[in-house]
């Protein structure tokens, strides 16, 4: 186990409604890196926190928003569900960021958009 | 400038034998380059990570190749055993982001 967790496991939202995904960091980690995944595809970087900024962004539209806590928590926000946001996301976390340290990830949040 | 070719999409390998999965990419600047394993219903892991200034790393089982100048690497499964069945994807970072870029996977089947 990475020490990375996620809440929920499961979610099903309608299209158009917003939903929050959290994630909870091993304890000391910094930064915490969220990805998308589809099915069949590999994980696309969404974006990173650092000490609770904002520390690089992928090619996502700004109702993809993010939220890092002092306690190691954060959270992924998404407005505006289109069906296509239907997938895997994964949170990650790691000691320090512009470094290449390990990224240990969480089990994920399966999101279903109907 | 910003992918990463992943190949084969699938693989079956008979139990004990050797499976190779290549990864390709054309930013120069990645200078870390890791193999994460992912199982159903799980996150992916690291398996093994290579940075270019070697052409290979081993750890138990696993072998990473890397070719620097044909922008390749690969990783070798030696001994494949049906627990390895999983989806591997290779990785780079590096290039002044602070993401990972991940090639699209590879499912393994290792038949008994």
């Known amino acids: 186990e990475t020490g990375v967790t996620q809440s929920p496991t499961h979610l099903i939202k309608t299209r158009g409604q917003q939903v929050t995904l959290r994630c909870s960091s091993q304890s000391g980690h910094n930064t915490v890196s969220w990805y998308q995944q589809a099915l069949g595809q590999g994980p696309q970087f969404i974006f990173q926190?650092?000490?609770?900024?904002?520390?690089g962004r992928g090619n996502f539209p700004p109702r993809f928003s993010g939220l890092q806590f002092p306690n190691y928590s954060s959270e992924l926000n998404v407005n505006a569900l289109e069906l296509d946001d239907s997938a895997l996301y994964l949170c990650?976390?790691?000691?320090?960021?512009?470094?290449?340290?390990?990224?240990?990830f969480g089990p994920g949040t399966r999101l279903l958009v109907l | 400038q910003q992918q990463v070719k992943q190949s084969p999409q699938s693989l079956i390998v008979q139990k004990g034998g050797i499976s190779i999965i290549n990864c390709a990419y054309e930013n120069t600047a990645f200078d870390y380059f890791p193999w994460y394993q992912q199982f159903p219903g799980k996150g992916p892991a690291l398996l093994i990570a290579i940075r270019p200034d070697v052409s290979e790393k081993k750890e138990g089982r696993f072998t990473i190749s890397f070719n620097k100048s044909a922008k390749q690497f690969s990783l070798h499964i030696m001994d494949s055993q049906p627990g390895d069945s999983a989806t591997y994807f290779c990785a780079a970072w590096g290039g002044a982001t602070n993401k990972l870029i991940f090639g699209t996977g590879t499912l393994l089947a290792v038949q008994p």
């Open positions: 990650a976390s790691s000691l320090e960021t512009g470094t290449q340290e390990t990224q240990y």
């Open positions: 926190y650092y000490r609770e900024e904002e520390n």
